[in-house]
């Protein structure tokens, strides 16, 4: 399962962060629980169809810059 630092953008429904990874065929959405928008992680895939991904959690790297 791959492994990708991600950065959270928004909040879904659920506690599920959103992430999107742009690529030449457009936009794939990457949910991950227990983040918020503003970190940057690095998570694992899980599970994925054609439009989007979900990841489990291994790590925080980088928190926003408002919360120091």
């Given at each position: 399962?791959?492994?990708?630092?991600?950065?959270?953008?928004?909040?879904?429904?659920?506690?599920?962060?959103?992430?999107?990874?742009?690529?030449?065929?457009?936009?794939?959405?990457?949910?991950?629980?227990?983040?918020?928008?503003?970190?940057?992680?690095?998570?694992?895939?899980?599970?994925?169809s054609?439009?989007?991904?979900?990841?489990k959690?291994?790590?925080?790297?980088?928190?926003?810059?408002?919360?120091?």
């Open positions: 399962n791959q492994i990708l630092e991600l950065k959270i953008e928004n909040y879904a429904f659920g506690g599920k962060g959103i992430a999107r990874i742009r690529n030449e065929k457009g936009e794939f959405v990457v949910f991950v629980p227990n983040t918020l928008p503003g970190q940057l992680v690095k998570a694992q895939i899980k599970k994925s054609k439009k989007y991904a979900e990841a959690l291994i790590d925080v790297l980088m928190q926003p810059k408002e919360w120091v």
